[in-house]
């Protein structure tokens, strides 16, 4: 089983500032094969990027991906009010598909 | 629009039983895979089961293996997961989610509003 580590738990940041969350497979996850979430509070996870980088449909380009392999990041360029929530990770190139803990960003 | 819509959650004492729906729309049904993923209070996501297209192929997490089943209703676009001999750490918020593809290796790009799980005496 893959297991991804997200850091750091909780990132505390003001509205315009920059985010950066990593995630790391504990193994090589193959073909970039990894995706990011973002929960609120009382609502679903909604996807944000699949295959490291790519942006889902509607998701501003505020939001970014990147990484390889055993290192990933998400990267929120610019802070909006709205995007103070949880951040999970998940690998879906290894069986069992498997999340990593989240990182909170909350404002600071 | 794609729309997941879960129910059957409650409340059900250790050793118990309960069956989840997801009721699926806004996209054809047959060539996805789709999950069930859980989120015990205050804690993370975890994978919990998944099935084919057809329904040929399943697919448990090794907490769940041997107590769970998920099985699926391609006339009626629904999804099912029978819960059997319920334990305290079962309880969470279960969600519905569609996989991306028809392949089991995938992520989830829709996902229900949840059912909440409370499994205590």
Redesign the interface.
Same mark, same amino acid.
């Given at each position: 089983e893959i297991v991804l580590t997200q850091s750091p738990g909780t990132l505390s940041l003001s509205p315009g500032e920059r985010a950066t969350l990593s995630c790391r497979p504990s193994h090589t996850v193959s073909s970039s094969y990894l995706a990011w979430y973002q929960q609120k509070p009382g609502q679903a996870p909604r996807f944000l990027i699949s295959g490291a980088s790519n942006r889902a449909t509607g998701i501003p380009d505020r939001f970014s991906g990147s990484g390889s392999g055993t290192e990933f990041t998400l990267t929120i360029s610019r802070l909006e009010p709205e995007d103070f929530a949880v951040y999970y990770c998940q690998q879906y190139g290894s069986s069992p598909l498997t999340f990593g803990g989240g990182t909170k960003v909350e404002i600071k | 629009e794609v729309q997941l819509l879960e129910s059957g959650g409650g409340l059900v004492q250790p050793g118990g039983s309960l069956r989840l729906s997801c009721a699926a729309s806004g996209f054809s049904f047959r060539n996805y895979v789709m999950?069930w993923v859980r989120q015990a209070p205050g804690k993370?996501?975890?994978?919990v089961s998944?099935i084919s297209g057809s329904g040929g192929s399943t #697919?448990y997490? %090794?907490s769940v293996r041997g107590r769970f089943t998920i099985s699926r209703d391609t006339s009626k676009n629904t999804v099912f997961l029978q819960m059997n001999s319920l334990r305290a750490d079962d309880t969470a918020v279960y $969600?519905c989610a569609k996989s %991306?593809s028809s392949n $089991? #290796? +995938? $992520?989830? %790009? #829709?996902?229900?509003? +949840?059912t909440l799980v409370t499994v205590s005496s």
């Open positions: - | 999950n993370g996501l975890e994978w998944g #697919y997490a %090794d $969600y %991306d $089991y #290796y +995938g $992520y989830f %790009d #829709y996902w229900g509003q +949840g």
